[in-house]
């Protein structure tokens, strides 16, 4: 009779034990994680064509392996799915915003073509699924009647990082190596010939709008 009483004793001091532990090693972690802050203010680009000026922010908080991503957009195009990436170039040198320079084909409009000598390549998308890095998708933010949105997603700092570096053959996001741009303009709105875009995607939905560095803040 002795041995079902002890085990009916040390089942209890268990389930008191492992609570408390749990707490104790919750606060301990979330003491220790502190938080790293990046933030790229967004400004607009071809708002000759969009007729608005876009502006907004994008934010990037890193704890321990939480990497939450939030993007607001205000003065964009109403009523439509925006795609929104970061932009960079492997080797990990400085991105930036292009100036109308970029415009070597003097039709008036940055195309997305035009900015890669400035922020290289398409990276990043900001959607239902980053860490995927697939850029053609329709889980982009869109934005509501009155011209803006606001985007917030949360992944795995690591499972982004090693996605990126493989298929990028980088290391490590650098993220203050890097630009944030916006993109897309109604599919009715007429743009010439020359506003060149990816291959097959029509010039409307690759048009950068926003742009904007990232910055570590703290
Ligand atoms: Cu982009």
């Known amino acids: 009779m002795r041995v079902p009483v002890f085990n009916t004793l040390l089942a209890g ?6 609570p408390a532990a749990a707490a104790g090693a919750q606060q301990t972690s979330s003491a220790s994680k502190s938080t790293t802050t990046y933030v790229a203010r967004l400004v607009a680009m071809n708002s000759k064509v969009t007729g608005h000026k876009a ?3 994008a934010t990037f908080k890193i704890t321990g392996d939480s990497l939450t991503i939030t993007i607001r957009m205000r003065g964009v195009p109403a009523n439509m ?6 932009h960079g170039f492997p ?3 400085q991105a930036v915003c292009p100036t109308m320079t970029a415009d070597k084909n003097g039709d008036g ?3 997305l073509v035009e900015t890669e000598p400035a922020v290289g390549t398409t990276m990043v998308p ?5 860490v995927g890095l697939e850029i053609v998708k329709d889980t982009y933010p869109k934005a509501s009647k ?3 949105y606001r985007y917030e997603k949360t992944v795995s700092l690591s499972a982004l990082e090693t996605a990126f570096n493989a298929k990028f053959a980088a290391n490590g996001l650098a993220l203050d190596k890097r630009v944030v741009m916006v993109h897309g303009v109604p599919p009715d709105t007429k743009l010439p010939a020359s506003v060149a875009s990816l291959p097959g995607i029509p010039a409307q939905v690759t048009i950068p709008i926003a ?3 990232i910055k570590k803040v703290k």
């Open 91 to 93: 080797d990990g040198h």
């Open 211 to 213: 742009c904007g560095a």
């Open 146 to 148: 009155d011209g803006s």
């Open 109 to 111: 409009i940055i195309d």
């Open 55 to 57: 502006m907004g922010r």
């Open 81 to 86: 799915m925006h795609l929104q990436h970061f």
């Open 13 to 18: 001091a268990v389930a008191i034990a492992v």
């Open 126 to 130: 900001f959607h239902d699924d980053p």
